[in-house]
């Protein structure tokens, strides 16, 4: 029954917009409204939402990302056909062309279409209808998308940068979806061009810092750094980027400067959640690595204030993943050409963003390898957050973490945290 009345309250409505015009003196006025503003901002707004519900423990990072695909999806259906014209051709009257008229003829014209718009539509309806789909539920959940289609959708995403290359939104949505899915080549020439038009925009310039640092193999030093800092000048307590300048500081050596940042990233979280746990226990670990480095006065200690709990509880809450990466005979030889060595560990079933990262110049196979929580590309996920790890060690020709043809590679899958004695073999070829 509600099925009905919808459909003919559309048909009352239809019907009077209709019938107004030709019994009205006045024109309705042409109004092209474009909407692209409203909906990359309402865009912006729900990706800082996911965000921010990831940052605060309310989201694991898997359905972080599961929920910015469905936000690329969304958007890329309603983007509006560039093609089409905004506006249409206004009408125009000839003088005298109101008095030919009478206002008889326009009632008995109003009134044929009255009857005439709901018994076409009854019919039509009849002909072509589907009742059926007053039963869908509407609150169950589309069906997943293949990676065909969120290619095609991320497609129209990239034509439209290539038909409005001055759009720093379209941009910055490509990079997203780039970076989303692991292609941090194109997600860094992305964030690039958005960052031309959106200079000022702190979350936009952490992630770029983020796959930057990832094309690198995890090393922050130089541009990655450097976007932090733009970063946390636009704005102090951007969660991520406190985060990622952290991580940063940690890597290259900077213990006080990374405790710093990771004591700010506390206010962030929500106390006793897992994420505070694991932050609460890398500042530990910190303290042990900067109580150990401290000269014999102790100044550095002293200038620290406590922790509140004892450092060998942090100790004994990092784990690591070690064993030795081997070549295939017959790859031997292409391996003996050289190249940087990188291992990867990500979370087994999770997002593409790697969780650790080691990078080993020049390697000599087989060559051993042991990937901690030091190698972490963010503080707050540890190896041990992962019930299973999938490795994959790459010896890269370019020095790029970023896969490119010609690369070697060998996975080892369904890693425990903590395992030992590992072997991963160099067994297959990147061809493209």
């Given at each position: 029954?509600?099925?009905?009345?919808?459909?003919?309250?559309?048909?009352?409505?239809?019907?009077?917009?209709?019938?107004?015009?030709?019994?009205?003196?006045?024109?309705?006025?042409?109004?092209?409204?474009?909407?692209?503003?409203?909906?990359?901002?309402?865009?912006?707004?729900?990706?800082?939402?996911?965000?921010?519900?990831?940052?605060?423990?309310?989201?694991?990072?898997?359905?972080?990302?599961?929920?910015?695909?469905?936000?690329?999806?969304?958007?890329?259906?309603?983007?509006?056909?560039?093609?089409?014209?905004?506006?249409?051709?206004?009408?125009?009257?000839?003088?005298?062309?109101?008095?030919?008229?009478?206002?008889?003829?326009?009632?008995?014209?109003?009134?044929?279409?009255?009857?005439?718009?709901?018994?076409?539509?009854?019919?039509?309806?009849?002909?072509?209808?589907?009742?059926?789909?007053?039963?869908?539920?509407?609150?169950?959940?589309?069906?997943?998308?293949?990676?065909?289609?969120?290619?095609?959708?991320?497609?129209?995403?990239?034509?439209?940068?290539?038909?409005?290359?001055?759009?720093?939104?379209?941009?910055?949505?490509?990079?997203?979806?780039?970076?989303?899915?692991?292609?941090?080549?194109?997600?860094?020439?992305?964030?690039?061009?958005?960052?031309?038009?959106?200079?000022?925009?702190?979350?936009?310039?952490?992630?770029?810092?983020?796959?930057?640092?990832?094309?690198?193999?995890?090393?922050?030093?130089?541009?990655?750094?450097?976007?932090?800092?733009?970063?946390?000048?636009?704005?102090?307590?951007?969660?991520?980027?406190?985060?990622?300048m952290g991580a940063a500081q940690y890597r290259l050596g900077n213990l006080p400067r990374a405790r710093s940042y990771l004591k700010q990233l506390e206010r962030f979280l929500a106390?006793?959640?897992?994420?505070?746990?694991?932050?609460?226990?890398?500042?530990?670990?910190?303290?042990?690595?900067?109580?150990?480095?401290?000269?014999?006065?102790?100044?550095?200690?002293?200038?620290?204030?406590?922790?509140?709990?004892?450092?060998?509880?942090?100790?004994?809450?990092?784990?690591?993943?070690?064993?030795?990466?081997?070549?295939?005979?017959?790859?031997?030889?292409?391996?003996?050409?050289?190249?940087?060595?990188?291992?990867?560990?990500?979370?087994?079933?999770?997002?593409?963003?790697?969780?650790?990262?080691?990078?080993?110049?020049?390697?000599?196979?087989?060559?051993?390898?042991?990937?901690?929580?030091?190698?972490?590309?963010?503080?707050?996920?540890?190896?041990?957050?992962?019930?299973?790890?999938?490795?994959?060690?790459?010896?890269?020709?370019?020095?790029?973490?970023?896969?490119?043809?010609?690369?070697?590679?060998?996975?080892?899958?369904?890693?425990?945290?903590?395992?030992?004695?590992?072997?991963?073999?160099?067994?297959?070829?990147?061809?493209?």
């Open positions: 029954m509600a099925l009905w009345i919808s459909i003919a309250i559309v048909t009352v409505v239809a019907t009077a917009l209709v019938v107004w015009p030709l019994v009205s003196t006045r024109r309705p006025a042409a109004n092209a409204l474009r909407d692209d503003e409203r909906r990359l901002a309402v865009f912006r707004d729900r990706r800082r939402e996911i965000d921010r519900e990831r940052d605060a423990g309310r989201l694991t990072a898997a359905e972080a990302e599961q929920a910015h695909g469905d936000l690329v999806h969304q958007l890329a259906e309603d983007l509006p056909d560039l093609a089409q014209a905004a506006a249409p051709a206004s009408t125009t009257r000839t003088p005298g062309a109101g008095a030919s008229s009478s206002p008889r003829a326009a009632w008995v014209a109003a009134l044929f279409v009255a009857v005439l718009v709901p018994l076409v539509a009854f019919g039509v309806y009849r002909e072509v209808g589907a009742p059926h789909l007053a039963s869908i539920d509407p609150n169950e959940a589309p069906p997943p998308m293949d990676a065909a289609q969120i290619d095609a959708m991320i497609e129209r995403i990239a034509q439209r940068t290539r038909e409005q290359p001055d759009d720093a939104e379209a941009w910055a949505m490509l990079a997203e979806a780039r970076k989303m899915q692991g292609r941090h080549d194109e997600a860094v020439a992305a964030f690039g061009k958005a960052i031309e038009g959106l200079p000022n925009d702190a979350r936009l310039l952490t992630d770029y810092a983020e796959s930057s640092a990832l094309r690198a193999g995890g090393d922050f030093s130089g541009q990655p750094v450097e976007l932090l800092e733009r970063a946390l000048a636009v704005d102090p307590n951007e969660p991520k980027a406190v985060a990622l106390p006793g959640s897992e994420e505070a746990a694991q932050i609460a226990a890398v500042l530990q670990r910190i303290d042990v690595e900067i109580g150990a480095a401290a000269p014999a006065d102790g100044s550095i200690a002293q200038a620290l204030p406590p922790s509140g709990a004892s450092p060998p509880a942090a100790s004994a809450a990092s784990v690591s993943v070690s064993g030795t990466v081997a070549v295939d005979p017959s790859l031997a030889e292409r391996a003996a050409q050289g190249g940087t060595l990188f291992v990867i560990a990500r979370a087994s079933g999770g997002p593409p963003i790697p969780i650790a990262v080691l990078r080993l110049p020049a390697p000599v196979f087989p060559v051993s390898f042991t990937l901690d929580d030091t190698n972490a590309m963010d503080p707050s996920r540890r190896l041990a957050s992962a019930d299973s790890l999938d490795l994959e060690a790459r010896l890269s020709r370019s020095g790029e973490a970023m896969r490119k043809p010609g690369d070697l590679y060998g996975r080892l899958a369904n890693v425990r945290p903590g395992a030992d004695g590992l072997r991963i073999v160099l067994d297959e070829v990147v061809s493209r």
